[in-house]
């Protein structure tokens, strides 16, 4: 069964200061994993995905995720963050092969102070 | 245009009654769903339709029931509304399931739906 688990319910940070949100997956074989964002009021918004290839993986407003296969984890980085990055962020996987769902994790509520 | 658009955007209701909520997406995707979002965040997939055709039906009691007249539209239907229906309904679609392809999804803005 796939599983997501994001260690963290809130992130603080200063504005400026990098920040990381976590997330370790649990999938047989090989994951494709993705990170979306929700604003308040708002439906999910991708930012980024892993499907193989270069570890780091670059996406919407300046955001980056590392994929480490040995920890099994895919952390969410920006090296400066917006008081506008203020937002709930969710990490999802899904097998890479066959018809399988997309798990979500709990969200992490980020909050960027000015 | 909106990409993904839910229909209503709040939905305020007796327990016992039966509502709808609508679904409608202009990106040509063949795949939709529907996820339930509760009152802590946690999201989760109820149902997934391509083109039509119900692939994903997750442990939902069956007073659920989806309704996908063509390829861009996906309804949900509850009949009998408990307490405990009461989350966000986010409906989202993207290209064609197949095995293995890598989707994005995309989402409408959610169906906050309260049961008293």
């Known amino acids: 069964a796939q599983s997501v688990a994001q260690p963290e319910d809130q992130v603080n940070v200063a504005e400026g200061n990098p920040l990381t949100v976590k997330c370790t997956y649990s999938v047989s074989g090989n994951p494709y994993l993705f990170w979306y964002v929700q604003y308040p009021n708002r439906g999910l918004q991708f930012l980024l995905k892993y499907i193989t290839g270069d570890n780091l993986v670059k996406g919407s407003y300046g955001f980056e995720a590392e994929f480490n296969k040995s920890q099994t984890s895919f952390h969410l980085k920006k090296p400066s963050a917006l008081v506008s990055d203020s937002a709930l962020y969710f990490c999802a996987v899904r097998q890479s092969s066959g018809n399988t769902p997309l798990v979500f994790g709990k969200g992490t509520r980020l909050s960027v102070i000015a | 245009d909106t990409a993904v658009s839910q229909t209503p955007k709040y939905l305020v209701t007796q327990m016992g009654n039966d509502k709808s909520i609508k679904c409608e997406q202009n990106l040509g995707h063949d795949t939709m769903y529907w996820y339930k979002q509760d009152s802590k965040k946690f999201l989760k997939i109820m149902f997934s339709y391509n083109n039509k055709e119900l692939i994903i039906n997750e442990t939902v009691p069956n007073r659920f029931s989806p309704k996908s007249p063509d390829k861009a539209h996906l309804n949900l239907h509850i009949n009998s509304l408990e307490l405990g229906d009461s989350a966000v309904y986010f409906c989202?679609?993207?290209?064609?399931?197949?095995?293995?392809?890598?989707?994005?999804?995309?989402f409408g803005a959610g169906t906050r739906l309260s049961v008293l």
């Open positions: 989202a679609s993207s290209r064609a399931r197949i095995a293995g392809a890598v989707n994005i999804q995309y």
